[in-house]
């Protein structure tokens, strides 16, 4: 009788979830812009500042005092908006709106989505799959190493009770 072993190595079927516990960084807005992402307050107005935060979730219709358009939606499409199997953008991929480990608390303070690796200059490894940014993409937001600061969520937090 003769057995044939078939072992398959990195392989994730499309349906399971990414299973890595170590990351390197973060996915946050560009240039240490604040943490808390304000959708309960009226700081923004214009689509030029809402467009960071539409970037990491297209699921918003309004964002503070801004709502979103289709002409504004549209204006965005050409940005990042797939997950890969693999970094190559001849890999299987589907459409993306929002980053699963994008949270908001009911104050309005934000944890960014973690990035477990990176391959070149675009590629980045997140917990759904591999994302491509583009050159626009690094308008928005940028790449940063180890954890993200918390030490501003408190006075943030104090603020939103207390206002």
Do not use: H
């Given at each position: 009788m003769t057995v044939i072993a078939l072992?398959?190595?990195?392989?994730?079927?499309s349906n399971e979830k990414l299973a890595v516990t170590e990351f390197e960084g973060f996915i946050g807005f560009k240039q240490n812009k604040p943490w808390a992402i304000t959708f309960n307050?009226?700081?923004?107005?214009?689509?030029?500042?809402?467009?960071?935060y539409y970037w990491f979730d297209?699921?918003?219709?309004?964002?503070s005092c801004y709502k979103f358009s289709e002409?504004?939606?549209?204006?965005?499409?050409?940005?990042?908006?797939?997950?890969?199997?693999?970094p190559s953008l001849t890999a299987p991929s589907k459409?993306?709106?929002?980053?699963?480990?994008?949270?908001?608390?009911?104050?309005?303070?934000?944890?960014?989505?973690?990035?477990?690796?990176?391959q070149g200059a675009n590629w980045f490894?997140?917990?759904e799959g591999w994302?491509?940014?583009q050159d626009a993409d690094f308008e928005l937001v940028e790449i940063y190493q180890g954890l993200q600061d918390m030490s501003l969520k408190a006075t943030h937090d104090s603020y939103y009770k207390n206002h």
């Open positions: 072992v398959l190595l990195g392989c994730q079927s307050d009226c700081t923004v107005y214009r689509f030029a500042e809402a467009k960071v297209r699921n918003l219709d309004k964002l002409a504004d939606k549209t204006a965005l499409l050409g940005f990042f908006n797939k997950v890969y199997q693999m459409g993306f709106i929002r980053f699963e480990q994008l949270n908001v608390s009911p104050s309005g303070w934000g944890t960014f989505p973690k990035v477990f690796a990176r490894l997140v917990q994302i491509y940014l």
